[in-house]
């Protein structure tokens, strides 16, 4: 029987188990060790951090130390945690050291959910195109690797092709220049992916992707707080986050979490967005507020974010979307364009537009 031997090797291995909270990626991958030790039974580091949360940090430090005190042969642990705050100028060195990506682009924008079913896709591709309507060049990228629909939404049958410098041009509809995986893949294929090959597609998206100028660009991500939001705040510089919820209180507990995802990586949150807020009868104007009422606006209020608006129940959205025409373009005076126009309106003035 062979003993395991206490090395910096074996100490990486270890520290590999160590999650950063609310993501599936350990921080080693992440580049938190810095300055790793291994001598006499001692293991000492760095653990050179991002996040302004002490919370995040104590708990890191003791899963840290759990992790290599129970390598055999470890006789004490030195970790020495540093917090480097967002805009300080490690965090800007940092920032330059990082491939350069959509540097034509002034204002990214992901919209996110904590939960499938809450329209996410829906508010992500009427926001563009209410954007466009407003003034401003706009693209809009699926990052939705397990289930892209911005290809049926926008009406878009045909495939990007690559130009002559190697990149994939984006398909332009109604104004729009959209990218999508579901342009890449047969419809009925699923997407049976582990996390790196995630991270490898969202990095194309944002590199190899002839956006041009624009001044926004609107990212539709996959729900949930997983490796696609990861990467994407690796990657690049958010201008903000945009929350989509309903007003059920699960779908707001969840939004919750994935609001804590973004302040946890310094990604601003521009507000959160009621989605399905109540429905209007357009023959007698009566309101019926079917899955509550005010619950994103609360959630807001308690997590002092800005509250964006509301976006009430239409069928019309729902059919215009399956129909590839989006209800900002298939019926430009109806009430949920108007509410899209004045989400537009709100997420400009959020980010300075």
């Not at 045909?158 to 410098?165: G, M, S």
């Not at 939001?229 to 690796?234: A, D, G, H, P, R």
């Amino acid at each position: 029987m062979t003993t395991a031997v206490l090395n910096e090797e074996s100490a990486l291995a270890a520290l590999k188990n160590v999650k950063y909270p609310g993501f599936s990626r350990d921080i080693v991958s992440f580049g938190f060790v810095k300055d790793l030790s291994v001598g006499g039974g001692n293991v000492s580091f760095r653990l050179a951090m991002t996040s302004a949360s002490p919370e995040v940090a104590r708990q890191l430090k003791e899963e840290c130390e759990a992790a290599l005190s129970a390598l055999p042969g470890v006789r004490a642990v030195t970790i020495r945690v540093e917090q480097v705050p967002a805009g300080s100028p490690q965090m800007a060195a940092a920032a330059q050291a990082r491939p350069e990506v959509l540097k034509e682009t002034r204002f990214a924008v992901a919209v996110a959910s904590g939960k499938g079913g809450v329209g996410k896709s829906t508010v992500a591709a009427n926001l563009a195109l209410a954007l466009r309507r407003t003034g401003y060049t706009v693209g809009l990228l699926d990052c939705d690797i397990y289930g892209p629909s911005q290809q049926m939404m926008m009406g878009i049958d045909e495939k990007p092709f690559v130009d002559e410098n190697e990149k994939i041009v984006p398909i332009e509809k109604y104004g729009v220049r959209v990218m999508s995986i579901g342009f890449l893949m047969d419809v009925d294929t699923p997407v049976i992916w582990r996390g790196p090959m995630v991270f490898k597609a969202v990095e194309q998206f944002l590199g190899d992707v002839a956006w041009g100028r624009q001044d926004f660009l609107i990212i539709d991500l996959p729900p949930g707080t997983g490796d696609a939001q990861l990467t994407l705040t690796q990657k690049v510089h958010l201008a903000g986050a945009v929350i989509v919820t309903t007003p059920q209180d699960v779908a707001l507990i969840d939004a919750r979490k994935g609001l804590a995802m973004f302040q946890k990586v310094n990604v601003p949150v521009l507000g959160i967005i009621e989605n399905m807020s109540y429905y209007e009868c357009p023959k007698c104007g009566n309101r019926d507020e079917i899955f509550k009422h005010g619950g994103g606006k609360r959630t807001a209020e308690l997590l002092k974010v800005p509250f964006l608006g509301e976006v009430p129940i239409d069928p019309r959205v729902a059919l215009q979307g399956d129909a590839g025409k989006p209800i900002v373009v298939a019926e430009p005076d109806s009430p949920p364009t108007a509410a899209f126009l004045r989400l537009a309106e709100a997420v400009a003035r959020a980010v300075g537009a």
